[in-house]
T-cell receptor, first 113, second 116 residues
Framework: ETGVTQTPRHLVMGMTNKKSLKCEQHLGHNAMYWYKQSAKKPLELMFVYNFKEQTENNSVPSRFSPECPNSSHLFLHLHTLQPEDSALYLC????????????FGPGTRLLVL | AQKITQTQPGMFVQEKEAVTLDCTYDTSDPSYGLFWYKQPSSGEMIFLIYQGSYDQQNATEGRYSLNFQKARKSANLVISASQLGDSAMYFCAMREGPSGTYKYIFGTGTRLKVLA
């Protein structure tokens, strides 16, 4: 089984819908991350959780709501999104040793109509 | 100011030749890590290679090597013997900050196209 999984892989939603993205890691990591990747923009860090506690919120609009019930699972709840929120949303996890890299999931391609 | 700079938006390389992708960084943290990732069109970010700020030797992983020049704050990726499957976006990233509050900062990426 791959280290970091994300569901769904593709999502189309209207601006009034409520949906959730799910991320699960099987690597025993204690840190999990949400990133947004839009065309022609650097990867944007959205949220960071360390040991289930949120340690970073990078000025993300409140229509994005993260949830981390345990160190293996991370959710991103979406509501009343805008078309400019259409992007690839990537989840990642990492350990706490300095040389450890982040491991990424396959991403969810989101289209907001 | 950009903390990670990749100045090559796109690169072409002939199959079986070597190619260098440039990356410069900016940090005042004495302890940091540098990473390179590959992102194929499928979207998944694949870890390639890591270099720690205190590492004395340049990192190597198979056909990938990292040309780390600390004084110049550069961490260029060298891909030897390019293959068609190497065509992808390549991102340089830096991790800084103390353990438990790590921040990862990514560059804008370089799109590499390997020609047959």
């Amino acid at each position: 089984e791959t280290g970091v999984t994300q569901t769904p892989r593709h999502l189309v939603m209207g601006m009034t819908n409520k949906k959730s993205l799910k991320c699960e890691q099987h690597l025993g990591h204690n840190a999990m991350y949400w990133y947004k990747q839009s065309a022609k923009k650097p990867l944007e860090l959205m949220f960071v959780y360390n040991f289930k506690e949120q340690t970073e919120n990078n000025s993300v609009p409140s229509r994005f709501s993260p949830e981390c019930p345990n160190s293996s699972h991370l959710f991103l709840h979406l509501h009343t999104l805008q078309p400019e929120d259409s992007a690839l949303y990537l989840c990642a996890s990492s350990g706490t040793r300095r040389q450890e890299t982040q491991y990424f999931g396959p991403g969810t391609r989101l289209l907001v109509l | 100011a950009q903390k990670i700079t990749q100045t090559q938006p796109g690169m072409f390389v002939q199959e079986k030749e070597a190619v260098t992708l440039d990356c410069t960084y900016d940090t005042s943290d004495p302890s940091y890590g540098l990473f390179w990732y590959k992102q194929p069109s499928s979207g998944e970010m694949i870890f390639l290679i890591y270099q720690g700020s205190y590492d004395q030797q340049n990192a190597t992983e198979g056909r990938y090597s990292l040309n780390f020049q600390k004084a110049r704050k550069s961490a260029n990726l060298v891909i030897s013997a390019s293959q068609l499957g190497d065509s992808a976006m390549y991102f340089c990233a830096m991790r800084e900050g103390p353990s438990g509050t790590y921040k990862y900062i990514f560059g804008t990426g370089t799109r590499l196209k390997v020609l047959a």
